[in-house]
């Protein structure tokens, strides 16, 4: 098998070229710079414009000199790790120093934490030359729960993130249901086939939102009754139980997370995830005269933490010396303004508001906010209380995607049937979970919470996809099995 490793390892880079090649051709057209800067990045046009074009001015500012960034645009976060995978394992065997790209801007915590385990980042200048933003006042360590920063300096976070949850108000009227507030609003069956939902093993940020659901789950019971593991195992129950009722309200599951609040705001969704900045921008777009808007977003009520966007250098950047200046024009006042300040207003972007909320503590003033178009946000005054626990999930990122594919996405036609069946079988009175039916549709005694820590993130963590899927369909038919089973159940009359 070595002899053909070389063979596969050009195979990979064969693949992976044109996605790294594939660039943002409008900015790129912009004109060849005397300097060039490679950025890999998942976020959206209008960062991409506002932040390159401020940079070079301020580049040209600094150093009297003319900059051309090269965005490489592959997808999300996902699609980002397949490609830096594939094309560092290359650089590896191939004895390179890096794999040509300067800079990943943008995205969760998550996957910078791991290609910094990986050992893919430097050190990042801006702790050393700019000591006096780390402190608590101004860009603190760690706040809800989360990392704002690597203890080892090699990724920084920029801007702040929420999950939540976007809804369109005439469809939720015309529906009778009330304005969705929690995470557990979106489980009414009310909802059956009116929720918009992203693939999670496709969308981070989508995966984000799946485990802050399982996150409030475990912790409400843990409150109640101390942190064992039997509360762990209730909690754990409790939230999948929870995702399912949001899988099976489904209308269907998208590979891209920015579909969601589109289908809501055009009435085909009532409602489904999203995360903050996507749901401001539709809600600002769709204002009317009166300031009122058929989308609107909210974060659950204690049920989701503030996460950061962080931006790292590579190992091997060709050009470390401008990428290590971006990082701090990122972070100093002229960067962090970029984000959220309104168009037109001294400091502001040229063409729209990237709708992000920046992500240093000190820059919330009165004279600030003023220039802001989400003014109100205030995210370290209104977290709502939610504290992301590590030790509860932190590892099990990649593993829970897979599972809520196994559980709600691969049987989705047995499981939409199944809810079909209970919702209109059982008897007045009767809560679908506590009818027989019901009892079949939510059993995941085959899924504990311990055998997904001792079992589960072990197999998603060595990296076999075949081993990986052969546990996942496994899973999968067991759920599928329950689904139908719980469908004939309810179609008898579903009677506890």
């Not at 943008?106 to 990986?118: I, M, N, S, V």
């Amino acid at each position: 098998m070595r002899r053909f490793l070389p063979i596969l390892l050009l195979l990979a880079a064969v693949i992976a070229a044109p996605i790294l090649l594939r660039q943002d051709s409008e900015l790129a057209a912009a004109g060849d710079g005397q300097d060039r800067l490679v950025i890999i990045t998942p976020h959206n046009e209008t960062i991409r414009s506002e932040f390159g074009e401020g940079f070079a001015r301020h580049w040209k500012k600094t150093t009297g000199r003319t900059l051309n960034i090269d965005w490489r645009i592959p997808g999300g976060t996902s699609d980002i790790r397949r490609v830096l995978d594939s094309s560092f394992t290359a650089a590896d065997e191939l004895g390179l120093p890096g794999i040509g790209i300067d800079l990943f801007f943008g995205g969760g915590e998550p996957d910078f934490k791991l290609q910094a385990e990986k050992g893919r980042f430097v050190e990042l200048d801006v702790f050393s030359v700019r000591p006096e933003w780390f402190q608590p006042e101004v860009i603190p360590a760690r706040f809800t729960g989360e990392s704002y920063y690597d203890e080892h300096r090699r990724w920084v976070g920029v801007c702040l993130s929420q999950m939540g949850i976007c809804y369109n108000v005439n469809s939720v009227r015309r529906l009778g249901v009330a304005v969705p507030e929690r995470w557990s609003d979106l489980g009414d069956p009310a909802y059956a086939g009116y929720i918009a939902l992203a693939d999670p093993t496709k969308s981070s940020s989508v995966g984000r939102a799946f485990e802050m659901m399982i996150q409030e789950q475990m912790q409400a019971v843990i409150r109640d009754q101390g942190d064992s593991p039997e509360s762990r195992e209730e909690g754990w129950r409790n939230a999948l139980n929870l995702l399912q009722r949001l899988a099976a309200n489904a209308r269907y599951f998208t590979d891209s997370a920015s579909k969601v609040p589109h289908d809501v705001a055009q009435g085909s969704a009532a409602a489904g995830t999203c995360i903050d900045f996507y749901g401001r921008t539709y809600e600002d777009k769709l204002k009317k005269a009166d300031g009122t808007s058929r989308l609107r977003w909210t974060a659950p009520a204690g049920g989701t933490s503030t996460s950061v966007d962080p931006i790292a250098v590579f190992r091997g950047a060709p050009r470390g010396d401008i990428a290590q200046e971006f990082v701090i024009y990122c972070l100093s006042r002229e960067g962090q303004l970029l984000w959220n300040a309104k168009v037109g207003v001294p400091g502001g972007p040229s063409d729209a508001s990237p709708r992000r909320l920046p992500v240093r503590r000190d820059l919330y003033t009165t004279e600030n906010l003023s220039l802001f178009i989400d003014a109100n946000a205030l995210p370290y005054e209104r977290s709502g209380g939610f504290e992301y626990q590590r030790e509860l999930t932190g590892g099990a990122f990649s593993a829970l995607a897979q599972l809520f594919r196994a559980m709600g996405i691969d049987p989705h036609a047995e499981m939409k049937e199944g809810w079909r069946a209970m919702r209109e079988g059982t008897g007045p009175g009767v809560a679908l979970e506590d009818s027989a039916a019901g009892k079949v549709f939510f059993d995941v005694s085959h899924l504990s919470y311990r055998q997904l820590m001792d079992e589960l993130v072990p197999l998603v963590a060595r990296k076999d996809p075949l081993a990986t899927m052969r546990e996942m369909s496994r899973l999968s038919a067991i759920f599928r099995a329950n689904y139908e089973k719980a469908a004939q159940l309810a179609g008898k009359g579903g009677a506890p």
